[in-house]
């Protein structure tokens, strides 16, 4: 059957939801591991701010009238980031993949980089984006669960504040390369940012401890006060968030601390890439 794609509308909202909700829980169920979209309310939910932002390039996979399967690429930095990416289970392994993100990729040709977060178990996804041209560059777990210490008194961990934006760009700037100005600002209306602060130095930051934001910091150390603090913010509260295997100490203080690790995943990218300098926590995007 002929597939064609086009731009998303609001229309396609339910259809799309429903496709990246079945096609996340089946791949997860398979390999046993937890899912993106739990339920389908939250697939609605998720699907429905990325189809409605402008920010977003969003594109369907259209058979004879049906919708088959969709495709999300994040503009608001310089940096592209994928995702998610859903194909309807009945079209799966017939190209219908390939032609998303190859209007994905042709959406941002002219952009310095594009990256993604891709679940390490899922080989048809990553011969799919290897065969694209896309690296394996930051191997990823998924952690969960709550900390056990209490905020280290050396540092502040407070709300993002506007003023703050520009500090936390810097940082970005410094420890990863690439700028995410607009991540950052969007984070102050729709997260939880925090940053850690030493001396009244910022020194780490987050736009939210969950996959769905970015964390940095100088150092690890840096990044361990953050956590805590933001812990302390959500008592009782479970925290996630991606973390690079080979921070291997950070890795080994978080068993410590009585999180566990959930599933592995890696960033990937085509074109720029800075590998961190300090320490990051990437976001579902990179």
Request: with cysteine; charged share 25%; net charge negative.
């Amino acid at each position: 059957m002929k597939v064609e794609i086009r731009r998303a509308t609001p229309a396609d909202v339910d259809a799309c939801a429903r496709i990246n909700y079945e096609a996340f829980k089946g791949i997860s169920d398979r390999h046993q591991f937890p899912t993106d979209f739990p339920t389908l309310d939250f697939a609605t939910e998720i699907t429905d701010i990325l189809i409605n932002s402008p920010s977003y390039f969003d594109i369907v996979a259209e058979s004879e009238g049906s919708v088959v399967g969709c495709g999300f690429m994040d503009e608001r930095n310089p940096i592209r980031g994928i995702g998610p990416v859903s194909v309807d289970r009945t079209f799966q392994s017939q190209g219908t993949g390939r032609k998303i993100m190859e209007a994905l990729l042709e959406q941002g040709q002219e952009a310095p980089g594009i990256r993604l977060v891709q679940e390490s178990f899922n080989l048809a996804s990553l011969s799919l984006y290897i065969s694209l041209g896309f690296e394996v560059k930051e191997p990823l777990l998924l952690m969960e669960g709550k900390f056990r210490s209490q905020p280290q008194y050396d540092f502040e961990v407070r709300p993002l504040r506007s003023e703050d934006v520009d500090k936390c760009q810097a940082l970005c700037k410094r420890v990863y390369g690439c700028d995410r100005t607009s991540e950052i600002e969007d984070a102050l209306n729709h997260l939880s940012p925090l940053v850690a602060t030493k001396k009244g130095r910022i020194v780490a930051y987050t736009c939210a401890v969950s996959a769905f934001g970015h964390s940095m910091a100088e150092t690890e150390a840096d990044m361990q006060a953050l956590l805590l603090g933001a812990a302390a913010y959500s008592p009782g509260e479970v925290l996630c968030f991606h973390l690079p295997v080979r921070y291997a100490s950070l890795f080994r203080w978080c068993l410590q601390e009585g999180l566990r690790a959930l599933k592995p995943l890696a960033v990937m990218a085509i074109g720029d890439y800075q590998q961190p300098a300090g320490c990051c926590f990437p976001s579902y995007l990179y």
